[in-house]
């Protein structure tokens, strides 16, 4: 009973998400709009400050936040490349890696230079995502996704958001930028997460 009145809730409302991020804001519509399901992205002068150790953590923190703001259903993310030679690096830090000011390519650049010996055999990573909605049921509800792959040695693909120029897809053994926007919605840690959502609905 509780999933059809969330799944009802969605459908007639729509939600928020925790977000101003383009290319997330894109993926999120491409997977939920089809469904009838409207997506909204964060007002331009939304914040959140993600202070948790954990993924799941800090995208509950932006989901209740945007919630408190609109009092409408919202979704939030927090996601991240995991390399396991690096101890899980740079995991929650992701968007932050290296500190202020750097840009994504800075940021790849970085994870590439301090793997540049790193065999293939443990080149191992993932990319995980959580999801936090907040206010469509009575509690928070999470869902995880993961999408597990190794990293390349160089930067590969037109497709370039955050990691996915160095990040290999076993499948097709190629990066997620070098995939299409509609392959990747199959494969990515995001799609995932997602559709433990819409399962739950």
Request: proline share 5%.
């Amino acid at each position: 009973m509780a999933d059809s009145v969330l799944g009802v809730r969605l459908l007639t409302d729509g939600l928020d998400l925790a977000s101003r991020n383009d290319h997330k804001i894109k993926e999120f519509r491409r997977m939920l709009e089809p469904l009838g399901i409207e997506v909204r992205p964060a007002p331009h002068d939304f914040e959140a400050e993600e202070t948790a150790p954990d993924f799941r953590g800090n995208a509950f923190i932006k989901a209740q936040a945007l919630h408190r703001l609109t009092g409408r259903p919202a979704l939030a993310d927090d996601s991240g490349l995991v390399v396991d030679a690096l101890g899980g690096e740079p995991g929650v830090l992701s968007a932050r890696y290296g500190g202020a000011g750097l840009s994504d390519a800075d940021r790849t650049a970085l994870v590439l230079d301090k793997m540049r010996n790193v065999p293939d055999e443990r080149r191992t990573a993932r990319f995980v995502c959580v999801l936090a909605l907040v206010g469509a049921a009575p509690d928070a509800l999470y869902f995880e996704g993961v999408a597990e792959g190794l990293l390349a040695r160089s930067v590969r693909g037109q497709n370039r958001f955050g990691y996915d120029p160095i990040f290999i897809d076993p499948a097709s053994n190629q990066t997620f930028a070098e995939l299409s926007a509609g392959e990747k919605d199959q494969r990515s840690h995001r799609s995932r997460a997602l559709q433990s959502l819409l399962a739950a609905l």
